[in-house]
């Protein structure tokens, strides 16, 4: 199996030393993760650049003409900033550069093994942002799918259920669902031939299924009656379901009154 592909951060470099711009572009133009989209020569520059190119990534010096590095980021307006790696050669702006929540912090002069474990560092939480990005797109899908009132079904609509799945959201609807089981942490839904994998409790997962329509059969196991097509008895009241995709699930003997209610309603 390939590794998955890093992304390519747009990247800014604010330096007001030429000297350092171009020790700084030398060092960034090989790597891979890379991708310079503007640089700066001054606070005034680099706002400008940063709201016209919307970067991932800013290598921001902090003591500069007309604005230091600090009253750039302070300007800076809008919900989504941009990663900052702060560089300059004085020590002591190291605690207010993490105050304001900076990746890493550069001292000058560094060399290019010290680049590379910051670069490590901005990956790691561009990878969490991403992440929780991931997150809120999902419940805010979710939300739309149930309109903010949980797995009720609206006259006409066809509940869905949303999964994340290599970096996407994929909607699959509750009737194409045969049966989901746990496998520690995570559910595998089972849909048309497929399994899907969803990191969740059985609990959290029960609550966004329509309840009319799937029955928990065992502490592990959930499934869409409406796939059932046989009930077959078995010893110390357990029983088996045959589905109509050809599966075999085995009823516990706890959840046997629950899955008789629900077919004889």
């Given at each position: 199996m390939?590794?998955?592909?890093?992304?390519?951060?747009?990247?800014?470099?604010?330096?007001?030393?030429?000297?350092?711009?171009?020790?700084?572009?030398?060092?960034?133009?090989?790597?891979?993760?890379?991708?310079?989209?503007?640089?700066?020569?001054?606070?005034?520059?680099?706002?400008d650049v940063i709201q016209d190119v919307?970067?991932?990534?800013?290598?921001?010096?902090?003591?500069m003409p007309v604005l230091t590095g600090f009253e750039v980021l302070k300007a800076l307006q809008g919900d989504t900033l941009p990663l900052i790696v702060f560089t300059t050669a004085y020590e002591e702006y190291a605690v207010q550069a993490f105050d304001l929540h900076a990746v890493d912090y550069l001292l000058k002069p560094f060399s290019e093994e010290r680049l590379n474990k910051a670069l490590a560092r901005v990956m790691e939480r561009w990878q969490l942002a991403e992440e929780d990005q991931k997150g809120t797109l999902?419940?805010?899908?979710?939300?739309?799918?149930?309109?903010?009132?949980?797995?009720?079904?609206?006259?006409g609509a066809e509940p869905k259920l949303a999964i994340k799945e290599s970096g996407e959201v994929l909607l699959i609807p509750q009737t194409e669902i045969d049966w989901v089981d746990a496998a520690g942490d995570y559910m595998?839904?089972?849909?048309?031939?497929?399994?899907?994998?969803?990191?969740?409790?059985?609990?959290?997962?029960?609550?966004?299924?329509?309840?009319?329509?799937?029955c928990r059969i065992?502490?592990?196991?959930?499934?869409?009656?409406?796939?059932?097509?046989?009930?077959?008895?078995?010893?110390?009241?357990?029983?088996f379901l045959m589905l109509d995709c050809g599966?075999?699930?085995?009823?516990s003997r706890n959840c046997r009154e629950a899955i008789q209610q629900f077919l004889a309603s």
């Open positions: 390939s590794e998955p592909k890093l992304p390519s951060l747009r990247t800014v470099i604010v330096e007001d030393e030429p000297i350092a711009m171009l020790q700084m572009k030398s060092m960034l133009q090989g790597c891979p993760t890379i991708e310079i989209v503007g640089e700066a020569r001054n606070g005034k520059q680099a706002l919307q970067p991932d990534l800013v290598f921001l010096d902090i003591q999902l419940q805010a899908v979710e939300f739309i799918l149930n309109k903010g009132e949980g797995p009720s079904v609206s006259a595998c839904i089972h849909s048309k031939g497929q399994t899907h994998i969803q990191r969740c409790t059985m609990k959290q997962l029960l609550e966004k299924l329509d309840s009319r329509r799937f065992h502490r592990s196991t959930v499934v869409n009656v409406d796939r059932i097509t046989k009930v077959i008895p078995h010893t110390k009241g357990e029983s599966e075999k699930l085995k009823v």
